[in-house]
């Protein structure tokens, strides 16, 4: 795992958005653009925009229980081989465990939810989540693979 | 144009969902929707024809998710076939494609469920 210390204090990119799943188009759109600025392959851009979408629409539907009033910010962080999003929003923290997610179980559960933490998780380098002052923050990294 | 499409048919007695294009958290009301409406319509053999599906999230993966017991409990399924490698490797980042058949193509699909049929 590399040193996130690279990263600068300052965001690079940040956009600020109404908790609308209608906008989650154009989020994965600007990710991957923003992405695809530091040499991530069309493939790893994908993935990552997947994992925001997830992340945003985690939020949404979680956190601000589908309310289309409540702001969501993501800040972009570039570094060359890497990059940083964290998305910070209030509303419920997330209820996140540590447990492996068993699709078979869920099955069997006839779960419709909980894949989203795993293709976050599956996709990122690193997915932590924290909470200050009422103000939730959840912060992924992705380096490029080196050859 | 609008971002996502859905239509479905019956084909052989199989109910072939057609998905096309962008398939996330605002969409997947009306893929749950078709779907129950098949399933209540006793389709138990369902395939979901992703050949012009670009983008999907664990959103729409947890409708399939929600209903492959029930399809299977009547003795049908639920198979995806024509999946495009990106939209196929989502589906493996979670582990679907060790449950779920993928099929290479309709047709194939189509020959695999005539040699089950579900149970009344």
């Known amino acids: 795992m590399k040193n ?5 204090q300052k965001p690079d990119f940040s956009i600020t958005i109404f908790s609308q799943t209608q906008l ?3 989020v994965v759109e600007l ?3 923003i992405t695809s600025l530091i040499n991530f392959s069309a493939a790893e851009a994908q993935k990552i925009s997947l994992a925001i979408d997830e992340a945003v629409t985690n939020v949404i539907k979680h956190s601000y229980d589908n309310a289309t009033d409540q702001q969501i910010t993501i800040e ?3 570094a060359p081989g890497g990059i940083k999003i964290r998305i910070f929003y209030r509303g419920l923290p997330p209820d996140i465990s540590d447990e492996e997610i068993n699709v078979s179980k869920m099955i069997k559960k006839k779960k419709k939810g909980g894949l989203g933490v795993k293709l976050m998780k599956t ?4 997915v932590t989540y924290e909470t200050m002052d009422g103000v939730n923050c959840c912060e992924m990294i992705k380096w490029q693979k080196t050859i | 144009m609008k971002n996502f499409q859905i239509r479905s048919k019956i084909v052989n007695g199989v109910a072939v969902l057609y998905l096309k294009g962008h398939l996330d958290a605002h969409q997947v009301a009306r893929f749950e929707k078709e779907l129950i409406r098949l399933i209540k319509e006793s389709n138990f053999n369902i395939l979901i024809n992703g050949q012009d599906l670009n983008y999907i999230t664990s959103a729409g993966m947890g409708i399939i998710m929600g209903y492959i017991d029930e399809v299977r409990e009547k003795g049908g399924d639920i198979k995806l076939c024509s999946l495009t490698e990106r939209v196929y490797e989502t589906f493996d980042l979670v582990g679907f494609t060790e449950i779920y058949d993928f099929v290479q193509n309709e047709q194939v699909a189509l020959e ?3 040699r089950i049929s579900p149970k009344t």
């Open chain 1, 24 to 26: 989650l188009k154009m």
């Open chain 1, 76 to 78: 972009y962080f570039l």
């Open chain 1, 4 to 8: 996130s210390a690279v990263f600068l």
């Open chain 1, 31 to 33: 990710t991957r653009h």
């Open chain 2, 112 to 114: 695999k469920f005539s």
């Open chain 1, 123 to 126: 996709i990122m380098d690193s």
